[in-house]
């Protein structure tokens, strides 16, 4: 079925309902826009859209987006992270096999680095000359998800790195961006769903973008060679663990109603929250929407619980009923009124003993 919200340009898609500026209207994400060439994501109406006369779909901003909202018609970084494996050369590369090597997230650099044997290299010779690279963010860009996978894997003892190659190679093929491109569109329309797709189709999943499933399945893969101590103090741009005082949380569960890969739900009971750190990515949402700012951030990264999607309870409430309203509310002690109706009695206090004065 068609997406209404999509907008479709020169090979490129923006899918106006998965980006996280729709799904809160107070999130300020930026990252494809400070990272675009060209200004091509602009605010219409303070909605981000896509300028399709401005894009000229070089992908850079792709790899950036942590909800897959940005797509290229021609490349599928979430397939080619798949595939990736089973090439004969170990090289990434403009001049071969991605449009940009900014179509990739430090997920998939990690996820790739997991499957492939042998190592992986990255040609980041042209970027410096590119016309993408305005002002060397494009670069910097690249540079720091490859950075940022590779502290990833050293972390957990993986001996799989990410190389980057800087120094241009003599007789290098370069058949040129247009034939690039046209080999990429022939390789996405050969390729169909017969091959790797169908497990990406299988894999498909409404609240999880496809990158995070396939790391999670490449670490799966590999996890005999886990660490026997598998909790590190790390932060990530990828995904942050989170902790909710319980004492300031007042069960509202906007925060899971929010979430917006359900990394955040509710106990069956209505009890508490529960979270899935495997499933965050780290949008800041909930931290957000909390009125009573009881999320923290917790930088305790534990790649078991990453990799196997394990539930962890982050507060867990006894539930009693509010003498005034008959409503269930997180009971701390004292009194039995809920928050809402002791505000209430509080705000009006001086309404309510001038009525009494008048009787
Ligand atoms: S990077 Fe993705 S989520 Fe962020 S503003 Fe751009 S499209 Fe929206
Ligand atoms: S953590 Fe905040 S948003 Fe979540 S249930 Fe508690 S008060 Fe509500
Ligand atoms: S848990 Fe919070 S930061 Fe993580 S995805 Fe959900 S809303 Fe975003």
Redesign the pocket.
Known sequence: MRNEAMTEGNLFK?DYF????SDYAKNE?????DLCPEEA?VFDRKK?TLDTERCTACAA?VG????E??ASEVFDPNRFSLEFASQQKPLISCKENVPCLSALSSEHFIAIALRKEGGVECDLSHCAECSVNKDGKVLASIEASIAEANRFLEMFGFERLVSMRHEAQENAPDAGRRMLFKKLANAVKEAGEEDGMRELIHLNDEKQPLKRILLKNALKKVSESFPKETTREAAFSFVVGKKIDAISCNNCQECAMFCPTDALSILKDNTGILFQMGKCIACGICNDVCQPRSITDDNSFDLVDFAFDRMQILVKHRLEICEECKVAFSYHGGEKVCDRCKEFKENFSDLFTMAKDLE
């Open positions: 923006f998965k980006c996280l500026r994400c930026t990252i494809c826009i994501m981000l901003c950036s987006c942590p909800t909202a940005l």
